[in-house]
């Protein structure tokens, strides 16, 4: 027995206790320029490779980190994703993961019907969960074009392009929703992209459109998980989507890569992006082929928070995402894009000479910037429940030139 594919304790136990030591000097890759000849060893490579890996890492737990779309992620699926990869179960085969298999499925009979959906699959981020979603789409609807807001994330112009489907956007309007009265009249042979939490502004698309379209499919990627929260009411309508997509990697704290694509009709829609093969036990479903058992980790964390400990840290980064828009309403030196809708604030100071000073000033990983409509606008993303709003505030005043 190879002793380097068993549980090496020791080695192990040392890969933990590196993770709580302060690697924050460390600087710069030192690694060696050509592949070694020789190897020294896994302690050692740990231990050289501990401070870059550790110490020249984002910080997305941090109290001013504010700023993207990725959370922190809870320990308990650290240490799933370490089973997961001592186990390298392979999802595409019965044989090669009998057990990965049904808990993606129980997770995600879990989640559907959240979403008004009645299953799914899941997909190593919401660009793949867009692709074969719409994938389906045209199989099941025969659409033939993609509408979707300006606003939409750059994944669903991309899966159209990859379909060989038109693409057409829709203006939005002050908010950074689809403006629903520049839609157009016949979408019988349209594949109608809603967002629920648009990547630059958090805006959420009227869903009483939904339905109207030959297909309807909702861009959840960021937004999905606050239908296990009290502001559900805010995706009101969804149930009407033919699919939906949820990057579980966003606001549902996974590592990444975590999705999820959802459908109305799984088996059609299934059945619509299925292939056989000679080698396969069941037919391959989707885009993907070999795929591992990320739905664990998910299934874990669900499993000891429960939809209540889901719905506590969804809600509390709500709260932080509202004390930093009152913060922006009250400062006047500051201007608000439009009301935020799911935990993503968008601000600028008024004088806009001012901007690249005060970003300057700003901690690394408080804020990132969006441009829209030609003008450039702060995104705070409130995807972070350690976040210190207080500290963040100050942050922000402190960068803030005075008061006149
Ligand atoms: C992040 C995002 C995507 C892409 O999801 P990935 O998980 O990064 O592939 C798609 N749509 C929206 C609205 C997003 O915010």
């Given at each position: 027995?190879?002793?380097?594919?068993?549980?090496?304790?020791?080695?192990?136990?040392?890969?933990?206790?590196?993770?709580?030591?302060?690697?924050?000097?460390?600087?710069?890759?030192?690694?060696?320029?050509?592949?070694?000849?020789?190897?020294?060893?896994?302690?050692?490579?740990?231990?050289?490779?501990?401070?870059?890996?550790?110490?020249?890492?984002?910080?997305?737990?941090?109290?001013?980190?504010?700023?993207?779309?990725?959370?922190?992620?809870?320990?308990?699926?650290?240490?799933?994703?370490?089973?997961?990869?001592?186990?390298?179960?392979?999802?595409?085969?019965?044989?090669?993961?009998?057990?990965?298999?049904?808990?993606?499925?129980?997770?995600?009979?879990?989640?559907?019907?959240?979403?008004?959906?009645?299953?799914?699959?899941?997909?190593?981020?919401?660009?793949?969960?867009?692709?074969?979603?719409?994938?389906?789409?045209?199989?099941?609807?025969?659409?033939?074009?993609?509408?979707a807001s300006e606003g939409a994330h750059?994944?669903?112009?991309?899966?159209?392009?990859?379909?060989?489907?038109?693409?057409?956007s829709v203006p939005v309007d002050a908010n950074g929703s689809m403006d629903a009265?520049q839609?157009?009249?016949?979408?019988?042979?349209?594949?109608?992209?809603l967002t629920a939490g648009a990547t630059s502004t958090g805006a959420v698309d009227p869903?009483?459109?939904?339905?109207?379209?030959?297909?309807?499919?909702?861009d959840?990627?960021w937004a999905?998980?606050?239908?296990?929260?009290?502001?559900?009411?805010l995706?009101?309508?969804?149930?009407?989507?033919?699919?939906?997509?949820?990057?579980?990697?966003?606001?549902?704290?996974?590592?990444?890569?975590?999705?999820?694509?959802?459908?109305?009709?799984?088996?059609?829609?299934?059945?619509?992006?299925?292939?056989?093969?000679?080698?396969?036990?069941?037919?391959?479903?989707?885009?993907?082929?070999?795929?591992?058992?990320?739905?664990?980790?998910?299934?874990?964390?669900?499993?000891?928070?429960?939809?209540?400990?889901?719905?506590?840290?969804?809600?509390?980064?709500?709260?932080?995402?509202?004390?930093?828009?009152?913060?922006?309403?009250?400062?006047?030196?500051?201007?608000l894009y439009g009301e935020p809708q799911t935990g993503i604030v968008v601000w600028?100071?008024?004088?806009?000479?001012?901007?690249?000073?005060?970003?300057?000033?700003?901690?690394?990983?408080?804020?990132?910037?969006t441009s829209i409509a030609?003008r450039?606008w702060?995104r705070?993303v409130?995807?972070?429940?350690?976040?210190?709003?207080?500290?963040?505030?100050?942050?922000?005043?402190?960068?803030?030139?005075?008061?006149?």
């Amino acid at each position: 027995m190879d002793k380097e594919f068993s549980v090496d304790s020791e080695g192990l136990h040392q890969a933990v206790e590196l993770m709580s030591r302060d690697f924050s000097s460390a600087h710069g890759l030192d690694l060696p320029v050509e592949l070694p000849q020789l190897g020294i060893g896994s302690t050692a490579a740990l231990n050289s490779l501990a401070p870059n890996i550790l110490g020249g890492a984002a910080r997305l737990g941090e109290a001013t980190s504010f700023a993207h779309m990725d959370p922190p992620t809870p320990w308990i699926t650290w240490a799933v994703t370490l089973w997961n990869a001592s186990l390298n179960q392979n999802l595409l085969h019965p044989a090669t993961a009998p057990v990965a298999r049904q808990m993606e499925q129980r997770v995600v009979a879990w989640l559907a019907p959240f979403f008004g959906m009645n299953g799914g699959h899941m997909t190593p981020g919401s660009t793949v969960a867009n692709l074969t979603a719409l994938w389906s789409a045209r199989e099941c609807a025969g659409i033939t074009e993609v509408i979707a807001s300006e606003g939409a994330h750059l994944s669903i112009a991309k899966a159209a392009h990859i379909l060989g489907l038109n693409f057409r956007s829709v203006p939005v309007d002050a908010n950074g929703s689809m403006d629903a009265a520049q839609l157009p009249i016949n979408l019988s042979k349209s594949a109608l992209v809603l967002t629920a939490g648009a990547t630059s502004t958090g805006a959420v698309d009227p869903f009483v459109l939904a339905g109207r379209a030959a297909w309807t499919h909702v861009d959840a990627a960021w937004a999905g998980p606050l239908l296990l929260s009290k502001y559900a009411h805010l995706l009101a309508g969804i149930e009407s989507a033919d699919s939906v997509a949820v990057s579980t990697h966003k606001w549902l704290f996974q590592p990444k890569e975590s999705a999820l694509v959802l459908f109305k009709d799984t088996e059609k829609a299934h059945a619509a992006v299925s292939f056989g093969g000679a080698y396969l036990a069941t037919p391959n479903i989707g885009v993907l082929g070999s795929h591992g058992a990320t739905a664990t980790a998910l299934l874990a964390m669900l499993l000891s928070w429960g939809r209540q400990g889901v719905a506590q840290r969804i809600e509390h980064c709500m709260d932080l995402s509202h004390c930093l828009r009152d913060f922006v309403v009250a400062d006047k030196r500051l201007e608000l894009y439009g009301e935020p809708q799911t935990g993503i604030v968008v601000w600028r100071p008024k004088d806009e000479s001012l901007f690249d000073q005060v970003l300057q000033q700003l901690p690394v990983g408080s804020t990132s910037t969006t441009s829209i409509a030609g003008r450039k606008w702060f995104r705070s993303v409130a995807a972070n429940p350690s976040a210190d709003i207080d500290r963040l505030i100050a942050t922000i005043q402190v960068a803030l030139p005075e008061r006149t």
